[in-house]
Protein backbone atom coordinates (compact mmCIF):
# COMPACT_ATOMS: atom_id res chain seq x y z
CA UNK A 1 0.00 0.00 0.00
CA UNK A 2 2.21 3.65 -1.25
CA UNK A 3 0.38 6.17 0.54
CA UNK A 4 0.82 9.70 -2.29
CA UNK A 5 -1.15 11.75 0.04
CA UNK A 6 -2.43 12.52 3.10
CA UNK A 7 -5.32 14.32 4.69
CA UNK A 8 -7.70 15.19 7.63
CA UNK A 9 -11.34 15.35 7.86
CA UNK A 10 -12.89 17.98 10.30
CA UNK A 11 -13.49 15.42 12.96
CA UNK A 12 -10.40 13.98 13.24
CA UNK A 13 -10.58 11.09 11.33
CA UNK A 14 -7.53 10.25 8.97
CA UNK A 15 -8.10 10.34 5.42
CA UNK A 16 -5.72 8.64 3.36
CA UNK A 17 -5.29 7.90 -0.57
CA UNK A 18 -3.49 5.06 -1.36
CA UNK A 19 -2.61 2.29 -4.32
CA UNK A 20 -2.15 -1.05 -4.01
CA UNK A 21 -0.47 -2.29 -7.47
CA UNK A 22 -3.27 -0.58 -10.08
CA UNK A 23 -5.92 0.00 -7.64
CA UNK A 24 -6.59 3.61 -6.29
CA UNK A 25 -8.26 3.55 -2.49
CA UNK A 26 -8.84 5.83 0.39
CA UNK A 27 -8.33 4.46 3.81
CA UNK A 28 -9.78 6.32 6.91
CA UNK A 29 -9.03 5.89 10.46
CA UNK A 30 -10.13 6.82 14.31
CA UNK A 31 -7.80 8.84 16.12
CA UNK A 32 -6.66 7.91 18.53
CA UNK A 33 -6.85 4.83 19.33
CA UNK A 34 -5.57 3.02 21.93
CA UNK A 35 -5.90 -0.63 20.71
CA UNK A 36 -6.16 -2.09 17.16
CA UNK A 37 -9.43 -1.34 15.87
CA UNK A 38 -12.25 -3.31 13.72
CA UNK A 39 -11.87 -2.68 9.28
CA UNK A 40 -14.91 -2.47 7.90
CA UNK A 41 -14.80 -2.38 3.58
CA UNK A 42 -16.58 -0.20 2.05
CA UNK A 43 -18.04 -1.51 -1.12
CA UNK A 44 -20.09 1.06 -3.77
CA UNK A 45 -21.22 0.88 -7.42
CA UNK A 46 -17.93 2.38 -8.80
CA UNK A 47 -16.60 6.12 -9.59
CA UNK A 48 -14.76 6.85 -6.18
CA UNK A 49 -15.01 10.43 -7.26
CA UNK A 50 -18.26 10.65 -8.21
CA UNK A 51 -19.13 8.43 -4.91
CA UNK A 52 -16.56 10.18 -2.42
CA UNK A 53 -19.35 12.38 -0.30
CA UNK A 54 -21.33 9.27 0.80
CA UNK A 55 -18.17 6.96 1.05
CA UNK A 56 -16.45 9.70 3.28
CA UNK A 57 -19.63 9.90 5.27
CA UNK A 58 -20.32 6.49 5.87
CA UNK A 59 -15.97 6.11 6.87
CA UNK A 60 -16.89 9.12 9.00
CA UNK A 61 -19.66 7.22 10.88
CA UNK A 62 -17.60 3.79 10.97
CA UNK A 63 -14.71 6.36 12.14
CA UNK A 64 -17.49 7.18 15.49
CA UNK A 65 -18.53 4.04 16.46
CA UNK A 66 -14.21 2.96 16.53
CA UNK A 67 -13.76 1.09 13.53
CA UNK A 68 -11.38 1.58 10.42
CA UNK A 69 -12.87 1.75 7.22
CA UNK A 70 -11.28 1.54 3.88
CA UNK A 71 -12.61 1.44 0.04
CA UNK A 72 -11.17 0.79 -3.19
CA UNK A 73 -12.37 1.70 -7.05
CA UNK A 74 -13.83 -1.17 -8.59
CA UNK A 75 -12.40 -2.94 -11.76
CA UNK A 76 -13.53 -0.73 -14.95
CA UNK A 77 -14.90 2.06 -13.47
CA UNK A 78 -13.03 5.86 -12.65
CA UNK A 79 -9.03 5.59 -14.59
CA UNK A 80 -9.33 1.94 -14.45
CA UNK A 81 -8.98 0.19 -17.79
CA UNK A 82 -12.55 -1.15 -18.93
CA UNK A 83 -13.34 -4.80 -18.19
CA UNK A 84 -13.46 -7.14 -21.33
CA UNK A 85 -16.57 -7.18 -22.69
CA UNK A 86 -18.01 -5.27 -20.06
CA UNK A 87 -18.82 -1.96 -22.12
CA UNK A 88 -20.54 -4.42 -24.93
CA UNK A 89 -22.70 -5.28 -21.57
CA UNK A 90 -23.66 -2.18 -20.56
CA UNK A 91 -24.68 -0.92 -23.83
CA UNK A 92 -26.75 -4.30 -24.31
CA UNK A 93 -28.23 -3.09 -21.08
CA UNK A 94 -29.09 0.11 -22.11
CA UNK A 95 -30.64 -1.35 -25.31
CA UNK A 96 -32.95 -3.94 -22.93
CA UNK A 97 -34.18 -1.29 -20.54
CA UNK A 98 -35.03 1.42 -22.92
CA UNK A 99 -36.62 -0.96 -24.81
CA UNK A 100 -38.79 -2.13 -21.60
CA UNK A 101 -37.17 -5.84 -21.52
CA UNK A 102 -36.34 -7.57 -18.96
CA UNK A 103 -33.26 -8.11 -18.33
CA UNK A 104 -32.24 -11.93 -18.98
CA UNK A 105 -30.14 -14.32 -17.24
CA UNK A 106 -27.30 -14.39 -19.43
CA UNK A 107 -27.10 -10.35 -19.75
CA UNK A 108 -26.90 -10.55 -15.73
CA UNK A 109 -24.01 -12.95 -15.85
CA UNK A 110 -21.95 -10.81 -18.16
CA UNK A 111 -22.40 -7.67 -16.62
CA UNK A 112 -21.63 -9.09 -13.03
CA UNK A 113 -19.57 -11.89 -13.08
CA UNK A 114 -16.64 -10.81 -14.65
CA UNK A 115 -16.48 -7.75 -12.41
CA UNK A 116 -17.06 -10.42 -9.20
CA UNK A 117 -14.38 -12.15 -10.31
CA UNK A 118 -12.03 -9.50 -10.78
CA UNK A 119 -12.85 -7.28 -7.74
CA UNK A 120 -12.86 -10.10 -4.85
CA UNK A 121 -9.37 -11.14 -5.21
CA UNK A 122 -8.69 -7.09 -5.24
CA UNK A 123 -10.20 -6.84 -2.27
CA UNK A 124 -8.90 -9.34 -0.31
CA UNK A 125 -5.20 -8.08 -1.22
CA UNK A 126 -6.43 -4.36 0.51
CA UNK A 127 -7.36 -6.78 3.00
CA UNK A 128 -3.91 -8.40 3.69
CA UNK A 129 -2.02 -4.23 3.07
CA UNK A 130 -5.05 -3.01 5.33
CA UNK A 131 -4.42 -5.76 8.07
CA UNK A 132 -0.65 -5.32 8.04
CA UNK A 133 -0.82 -1.86 9.08
CA UNK A 134 -0.15 -0.35 12.89
CA UNK A 135 -3.73 0.14 14.41
CA UNK A 136 -6.00 -1.71 12.41
CA UNK A 137 -6.50 -5.40 13.98
CA UNK A 138 -9.79 -6.78 12.69
CA UNK A 139 -12.66 -8.15 12.63
CA UNK A 140 -13.46 -7.39 9.50
CA UNK A 141 -16.67 -6.24 7.99
CA UNK A 142 -17.98 -5.83 4.48
CA UNK A 143 -20.82 -2.87 4.00
CA UNK A 144 -22.50 -2.09 0.64
CA UNK A 145 -23.34 -3.17 -2.40
CA UNK A 146 -22.23 -4.11 -5.59
CA UNK A 147 -24.07 -7.21 -3.24
CA UNK A 148 -22.76 -9.94 -5.31
CA UNK A 149 -18.98 -8.92 -4.66
CA UNK A 150 -19.54 -8.82 -0.81
CA UNK A 151 -21.34 -12.65 -1.15
CA UNK A 152 -18.37 -13.41 -2.69
CA UNK A 153 -16.30 -12.34 -0.21
CA UNK A 154 -18.38 -13.69 2.77
CA UNK A 155 -17.93 -17.59 1.13
CA UNK A 156 -13.76 -17.21 0.14
CA UNK A 157 -12.72 -14.70 3.02
CA UNK A 158 -12.89 -15.63 6.46
CA UNK A 159 -11.75 -12.85 8.36
CA UNK A 160 -14.90 -11.04 7.06
CA UNK A 161 -17.21 -11.96 9.80
CA UNK A 162 -20.62 -9.76 9.37
CA UNK A 163 -21.74 -8.00 6.00
CA UNK A 164 -23.88 -5.10 5.58
CA UNK A 165 -25.42 -6.02 1.93
CA UNK A 166 -27.00 -3.25 -0.40
CA UNK A 167 -29.46 -4.75 -2.05
CA UNK A 168 -29.34 -2.63 -5.20
CA UNK A 169 -28.04 -4.42 -8.45
CA UNK A 170 -28.65 -7.55 -10.67
CA UNK A 171 -27.78 -10.87 -9.15
CA UNK A 172 -26.32 -13.54 -11.29
CA UNK A 173 -27.52 -17.03 -10.58
CA UNK A 174 -24.71 -18.47 -9.51
CA UNK A 175 -24.27 -16.02 -7.19
CA UNK A 176 -27.71 -16.83 -5.72
CA UNK A 177 -26.34 -20.23 -5.46
CA UNK A 178 -23.49 -18.92 -3.40
CA UNK A 179 -25.10 -17.39 -1.36
CA UNK A 180 -26.77 -20.77 0.03
CA UNK A 181 -22.75 -21.02 1.48
CA UNK A 182 -22.87 -17.57 3.67
CA UNK A 183 -23.28 -18.11 7.12
CA UNK A 184 -21.56 -14.94 9.11
CA UNK A 185 -24.56 -12.82 10.39
CA UNK A 186 -25.70 -10.08 7.67
CA UNK A 187 -27.80 -7.03 7.41
CA UNK A 188 -29.69 -6.58 3.97
CA UNK A 189 -30.77 -3.15 3.22
CA UNK A 190 -33.58 -2.91 0.31
CA UNK A 191 -34.71 0.18 -1.31
CA UNK A 192 -38.13 -0.81 -1.80
CA UNK A 193 -38.89 1.24 -4.97
CA UNK A 194 -35.36 0.79 -6.25
CA UNK A 195 -35.43 1.50 -9.43
CA UNK A 196 -32.57 -0.03 -10.95
CA UNK A 197 -33.02 -3.37 -8.84
CA UNK A 198 -35.75 -6.30 -9.02
CA UNK A 199 -37.39 -6.82 -5.52
CA UNK A 200 -38.19 -10.39 -5.99
CA UNK A 201 -34.74 -11.63 -7.31
CA UNK A 202 -33.69 -9.48 -3.78
CA UNK A 203 -36.20 -11.77 -1.51
CA UNK A 204 -35.12 -14.67 -3.43
CA UNK A 205 -31.21 -13.67 -2.81
CA UNK A 206 -32.36 -12.76 1.32
CA UNK A 207 -34.33 -16.14 1.33
CA UNK A 208 -30.83 -17.67 -0.37
CA UNK A 209 -28.22 -16.68 2.39
CA UNK A 210 -27.64 -19.69 4.55
CA UNK A 211 -26.97 -17.32 7.89
CA UNK A 212 -29.04 -17.89 10.98
CA UNK A 213 -28.86 -14.34 11.83
CA UNK A 214 -29.96 -12.10 8.84
CA UNK A 215 -32.30 -9.28 9.14
CA UNK A 216 -33.91 -7.53 6.39
CA UNK A 217 -34.20 -3.81 6.75
CA UNK A 218 -36.38 -2.75 3.58
CA UNK A 219 -37.38 1.08 3.45
CA UNK A 220 -39.39 3.40 1.37
CA UNK A 221 -37.58 5.09 -1.57
CA UNK A 222 -35.43 4.81 -4.63
CA UNK A 223 -31.79 3.47 -5.26
CA UNK A 224 -29.99 6.29 -3.27
CA UNK A 225 -33.10 7.09 -0.57
CA UNK A 226 -31.81 5.14 2.06
CA UNK A 227 -33.53 6.61 5.52
CA UNK A 228 -30.81 8.38 7.94
CA UNK A 229 -32.58 5.49 10.61
CA UNK A 230 -31.01 2.75 8.26
CA UNK A 231 -27.92 3.84 8.66
CA UNK A 232 -27.98 3.74 12.47
CA UNK A 233 -29.69 0.50 12.53
CA UNK A 234 -26.89 -0.68 10.34
CA UNK A 235 -24.46 1.02 12.27
CA UNK A 236 -25.70 -1.33 15.58
CA UNK A 237 -25.31 -4.41 13.38
CA UNK A 238 -21.31 -3.90 13.29
CA UNK A 239 -21.42 -2.62 16.74
CA UNK A 240 -23.10 -5.72 18.15
CA UNK A 241 -20.69 -7.34 15.78
CA UNK A 242 -17.41 -6.11 15.52
CA UNK A 243 -17.25 -3.65 18.63
CA UNK B 1 -62.06 2.52 33.57
CA UNK B 2 -62.20 0.71 36.94
CA UNK B 3 -59.03 -0.35 38.30
CA UNK B 4 -59.96 -2.80 41.31
CA UNK B 5 -56.14 -3.80 42.07
CA UNK B 6 -52.74 -2.15 42.03
CA UNK B 7 -49.38 -3.54 41.45
CA UNK B 8 -45.99 -2.24 41.00
CA UNK B 9 -42.85 -3.85 38.96
CA UNK B 10 -39.65 -4.25 39.88
CA UNK B 11 -38.30 -1.29 38.42
CA UNK B 12 -40.97 1.35 39.28
CA UNK B 13 -43.47 0.98 36.70
CA UNK B 14 -46.87 1.09 37.92
CA UNK B 15 -48.80 -1.53 36.65
CA UNK B 16 -52.60 -1.39 36.77
CA UNK B 17 -55.64 -3.99 35.96
CA UNK B 18 -58.90 -2.56 35.09
CA UNK B 19 -62.18 -3.02 33.24
CA UNK B 20 -63.73 -1.14 30.47
CA UNK B 21 -67.21 -2.22 30.78
CA UNK B 22 -67.07 -5.95 29.90
CA UNK B 23 -63.39 -5.74 28.95
CA UNK B 24 -60.30 -6.79 31.23
CA UNK B 25 -56.85 -4.71 30.76
CA UNK B 26 -53.76 -3.91 32.37
CA UNK B 27 -52.51 -0.49 32.11
CA UNK B 28 -48.59 1.07 32.56
CA UNK B 29 -47.31 3.95 33.82
CA UNK B 30 -43.61 5.40 33.88
CA UNK B 31 -43.27 6.86 37.15
CA UNK B 32 -42.69 9.69 38.07
CA UNK B 33 -44.01 11.91 35.05
CA UNK B 34 -43.14 15.77 34.99
CA UNK B 35 -45.36 16.08 31.85
CA UNK B 36 -48.41 14.06 30.10
CA UNK B 37 -46.59 11.03 28.15
CA UNK B 38 -47.72 9.24 24.93
CA UNK B 39 -49.32 6.13 25.06
CA UNK B 40 -49.04 2.74 23.12
CA UNK B 41 -51.66 0.11 22.58
CA UNK B 42 -49.78 -3.07 22.93
CA UNK B 43 -51.47 -5.51 20.65
CA UNK B 44 -51.30 -9.51 21.12
CA UNK B 45 -52.90 -12.79 19.87
CA UNK B 46 -55.04 -13.20 22.43
CA UNK B 47 -55.05 -14.90 26.01
CA UNK B 48 -54.00 -11.87 28.09
CA UNK B 49 -52.58 -14.18 31.36
CA UNK B 50 -50.60 -16.13 28.49
CA UNK B 51 -49.28 -13.51 27.21
CA UNK B 52 -48.29 -11.65 30.34
CA UNK B 53 -44.66 -12.34 30.57
CA UNK B 54 -44.36 -10.71 27.07
CA UNK B 55 -46.58 -7.75 27.19
CA UNK B 56 -45.27 -6.91 30.68
CA UNK B 57 -41.48 -6.63 28.81
CA UNK B 58 -42.57 -4.95 26.08
CA UNK B 59 -44.64 -2.24 28.37
CA UNK B 60 -41.42 -2.01 30.62
CA UNK B 61 -39.58 -1.26 27.59
CA UNK B 62 -41.99 1.43 26.70
CA UNK B 63 -41.35 2.58 30.29
CA UNK B 64 -37.90 2.72 29.72
CA UNK B 65 -38.20 4.97 26.78
CA UNK B 66 -40.61 7.44 28.81
CA UNK B 67 -44.50 5.86 27.09
CA UNK B 68 -47.60 4.90 28.75
CA UNK B 69 -48.56 1.37 27.56
CA UNK B 70 -51.52 0.01 27.71
CA UNK B 71 -53.43 -3.51 26.60
CA UNK B 72 -56.86 -5.72 26.62
CA UNK B 73 -57.78 -8.79 26.29
CA UNK B 74 -59.40 -9.80 22.57
CA UNK B 75 -62.83 -10.74 21.89
CA UNK B 76 -63.43 -14.51 22.17
CA UNK B 77 -60.22 -15.56 24.03
CA UNK B 78 -59.32 -15.49 28.12
CA UNK B 79 -62.11 -15.29 30.47
CA UNK B 80 -64.67 -13.42 27.77
CA UNK B 81 -67.69 -15.21 25.81
CA UNK B 82 -66.60 -16.62 22.18
CA UNK B 83 -67.11 -15.01 19.38
CA UNK B 84 -69.99 -16.04 17.03
CA UNK B 85 -69.00 -18.20 14.33
CA UNK B 86 -64.97 -17.83 16.49
CA UNK B 87 -64.76 -21.81 17.43
CA UNK B 88 -66.58 -22.89 14.06
CA UNK B 89 -63.65 -20.98 11.87
CA UNK B 90 -60.77 -22.23 13.96
CA UNK B 91 -62.17 -25.63 13.83
CA UNK B 92 -62.01 -24.76 9.81
CA UNK B 93 -58.47 -24.08 10.58
CA UNK B 94 -57.45 -26.71 11.87
CA UNK B 95 -59.15 -29.42 9.59
CA UNK B 96 -57.19 -27.55 6.80
CA UNK B 97 -53.56 -27.36 8.08
CA UNK B 98 -53.98 -30.57 9.10
CA UNK B 99 -54.83 -31.82 6.31
CA UNK B 100 -51.75 -29.63 4.67
CA UNK B 101 -54.09 -27.55 2.22
CA UNK B 102 -53.99 -23.62 1.51
CA UNK B 103 -55.90 -22.12 3.79
CA UNK B 104 -58.86 -19.60 1.43
CA UNK B 105 -59.24 -16.30 1.73
CA UNK B 106 -63.17 -16.93 2.84
CA UNK B 107 -61.66 -19.09 5.85
CA UNK B 108 -59.31 -16.05 6.62
CA UNK B 109 -62.60 -13.70 6.64
CA UNK B 110 -64.56 -15.76 8.89
CA UNK B 111 -61.43 -16.05 11.09
CA UNK B 112 -59.74 -12.78 11.60
CA UNK B 113 -62.90 -10.02 9.94
CA UNK B 114 -65.36 -10.36 13.07
CA UNK B 115 -62.48 -9.90 15.55
CA UNK B 116 -61.58 -6.98 14.06
CA UNK B 117 -65.06 -5.50 13.77
CA UNK B 118 -65.09 -6.12 17.60
CA UNK B 119 -61.75 -5.43 18.46
CA UNK B 120 -61.44 -2.10 17.29
CA UNK B 121 -64.35 0.20 18.65
CA UNK B 122 -62.87 -1.47 22.12
CA UNK B 123 -59.70 -0.27 21.27
CA UNK B 124 -61.08 3.48 20.82
CA UNK B 125 -62.83 3.28 24.14
CA UNK B 126 -59.88 2.18 25.61
CA UNK B 127 -58.23 4.77 24.46
CA UNK B 128 -60.34 7.42 25.38
CA UNK B 129 -60.53 6.69 28.76
CA UNK B 130 -56.53 6.34 28.77
CA UNK B 131 -56.00 9.96 27.39
CA UNK B 132 -58.49 11.31 29.82
CA UNK B 133 -56.16 9.92 32.58
CA UNK B 134 -53.84 12.06 34.34
CA UNK B 135 -50.34 11.88 33.24
CA UNK B 136 -51.11 10.43 30.18
CA UNK B 137 -51.63 13.17 27.01
CA UNK B 138 -50.44 11.55 23.74
CA UNK B 139 -49.45 10.78 20.47
CA UNK B 140 -50.63 6.91 20.72
CA UNK B 141 -48.72 4.76 18.71
CA UNK B 142 -50.02 1.10 18.00
CA UNK B 143 -47.90 -2.16 18.66
CA UNK B 144 -47.88 -5.42 17.33
CA UNK B 145 -50.40 -7.91 16.49
CA UNK B 146 -53.21 -9.09 15.33
CA UNK B 147 -51.94 -6.90 12.22
CA UNK B 148 -55.45 -6.17 10.50
CA UNK B 149 -56.18 -4.60 13.93
CA UNK B 150 -53.53 -2.60 13.70
CA UNK B 151 -54.37 -1.46 10.13
CA UNK B 152 -58.15 -1.02 10.87
CA UNK B 153 -57.40 1.30 13.82
CA UNK B 154 -54.26 3.08 11.62
CA UNK B 155 -57.07 3.84 9.36
CA UNK B 156 -60.19 4.58 11.58
CA UNK B 157 -58.45 6.20 14.30
CA UNK B 158 -56.68 9.79 13.87
CA UNK B 159 -54.99 9.83 17.24
CA UNK B 160 -52.64 7.08 16.19
CA UNK B 161 -49.81 8.61 14.62
CA UNK B 162 -47.18 5.44 14.26
CA UNK B 163 -47.62 1.97 14.02
CA UNK B 164 -45.17 -1.08 15.11
CA UNK B 165 -47.49 -3.89 13.32
CA UNK B 166 -46.44 -7.61 13.44
CA UNK B 167 -46.85 -9.23 10.51
CA UNK B 168 -47.61 -12.82 12.06
CA UNK B 169 -51.31 -13.67 11.48
CA UNK B 170 -53.62 -13.81 7.98
CA UNK B 171 -55.05 -10.77 6.36
CA UNK B 172 -58.52 -11.01 4.98
CA UNK B 173 -58.84 -9.35 1.38
CA UNK B 174 -60.62 -6.54 2.73
CA UNK B 175 -57.57 -5.34 5.31
CA UNK B 176 -55.35 -5.54 2.27
CA UNK B 177 -57.78 -2.62 0.60
CA UNK B 178 -57.69 -0.93 3.91
CA UNK B 179 -54.00 -0.55 3.98
CA UNK B 180 -53.78 1.14 1.37
CA UNK B 181 -55.65 4.36 3.00
CA UNK B 182 -52.81 4.63 5.94
CA UNK B 183 -50.71 6.95 5.33
CA UNK B 184 -48.97 6.83 9.08
CA UNK B 185 -45.14 6.13 9.73
CA UNK B 186 -44.99 1.92 9.90
CA UNK B 187 -42.18 -0.29 11.08
CA UNK B 188 -43.37 -3.60 10.14
CA UNK B 189 -41.78 -6.85 11.44
CA UNK B 190 -41.97 -9.99 10.22
CA UNK B 191 -40.61 -13.26 10.96
CA UNK B 192 -39.01 -14.58 7.71
CA UNK B 193 -39.73 -18.78 8.75
CA UNK B 194 -43.06 -18.31 11.02
CA UNK B 195 -45.20 -21.36 10.72
CA UNK B 196 -48.81 -19.68 11.50
CA UNK B 197 -48.20 -16.66 8.61
CA UNK B 198 -47.69 -16.48 4.58
CA UNK B 199 -44.64 -14.90 3.98
CA UNK B 200 -46.01 -13.17 0.53
CA UNK B 201 -49.27 -12.14 2.00
CA UNK B 202 -47.14 -10.52 4.41
CA UNK B 203 -45.11 -8.93 1.40
CA UNK B 204 -48.26 -7.67 -0.49
CA UNK B 205 -49.51 -6.28 3.03
CA UNK B 206 -46.33 -4.05 3.41
CA UNK B 207 -46.09 -3.38 -0.47
CA UNK B 208 -50.07 -2.11 -0.21
CA UNK B 209 -49.65 0.17 3.02
CA UNK B 210 -50.16 3.78 1.64
CA UNK B 211 -47.63 5.61 4.01
CA UNK B 212 -44.65 7.27 2.92
CA UNK B 213 -42.74 6.16 5.66
CA UNK B 214 -42.33 2.43 6.02
CA UNK B 215 -39.44 -0.06 6.77
CA UNK B 216 -39.98 -3.71 7.21
CA UNK B 217 -37.78 -5.12 9.52
CA UNK B 218 -37.47 -9.28 8.87
CA UNK B 219 -35.38 -12.16 10.81
CA UNK B 220 -34.88 -15.22 10.76
CA UNK B 221 -36.77 -17.79 13.08
CA UNK B 222 -40.36 -18.87 13.97
CA UNK B 223 -43.19 -16.83 15.63
CA UNK B 224 -41.60 -16.24 18.78
CA UNK B 225 -38.56 -16.16 17.79
CA UNK B 226 -38.39 -11.65 17.74
CA UNK B 227 -34.77 -11.16 18.16
CA UNK B 228 -33.39 -8.80 20.83
CA UNK B 229 -32.20 -6.34 18.21
CA UNK B 230 -35.49 -5.99 16.57
CA UNK B 231 -37.41 -4.60 19.81
CA UNK B 232 -34.70 -1.79 19.80
CA UNK B 233 -34.77 -0.75 16.55
CA UNK B 234 -38.77 -0.76 16.89
CA UNK B 235 -37.86 0.98 20.27
CA UNK B 236 -36.29 3.73 18.13
CA UNK B 237 -38.89 4.12 15.45
CA UNK B 238 -41.33 4.74 18.53
CA UNK B 239 -38.98 7.37 19.81
CA UNK B 240 -38.66 9.09 16.64
CA UNK B 241 -42.00 9.65 16.26
CA UNK B 242 -44.05 10.04 20.01
CA UNK B 243 -41.01 11.09 21.82
Chains 1, 2 share one sequence.
Not at 70 to 80: A, H, K, Y
Not at 154 to 165: C, D, G, K, Q, S
Request: hydrophobic residues 45%; charged residues 20%; contains cysteine.
Amino acid sequence: MRFPSEGRLDDGVLEREFTLGDVPGILWTPEPVSAPVPLILLGHPGGLRKMYPRLAARARRCAADGFAAVTIELPGSGDRPRLAGAEQARADLRRTLQAGEPVGADLIDRLILPLVDTAVPEWRAVLDSALALPGIGGPVGYSGGVISIGVRLAVVEPRITAAVLFAGSFVPRAILEEARQVTIPLHVLLQWDDEGNDRQAALDLFDAFGSEEKSLNANMGGHTGVPQHAGESASGFFTRHLG
